[in-house]
């Protein structure tokens, strides 16, 4: 998985947190700070509990990466791909 600070390539872990950034401050660290401001919501949104979806589609996810790995890049191993996924959470 690719991490970057560049904006354009986050973790997939930063995007999730930002699914729970209830207070939507967006990027509350300085960079370009007035572009954020003005999308600002003076209403605070409900957590998502996205870790229990994310739960309940792992065995889904595993099967489609096993599949497609399988029918299209056979010479990647899926077992060694789903492994580094793992990793990840």
């Not at 589609?57 to 492994?83: C, G, L, M, T």
Request: glycine fraction near 4%.
């Amino acid at each position: 998985m690719m991490s970057s600070e560049c904006g354009h390539h986050q973790n997939p872990k930063k995007i999730l947190q930002a699914v729970n950034d209830t207070n939507d401050k967006g990027n509350n660290y300085g960079f370009d700070r007035e572009v954020f401001e003005k999308d600002e919501c003076n209403q605070s949104r409900q957590k998502i509990e996205y870790e229990k979806y994310l739960d309940e589609a792992r065995q889904v996810i595993k099967e489609e990466i096993k599949d497609y790995f399988i029918n299209h890049q056979p010479e990647i191993s899926w077992i060694d791909f789903w492994a580094k996924c793992e990793q990840e959470l």
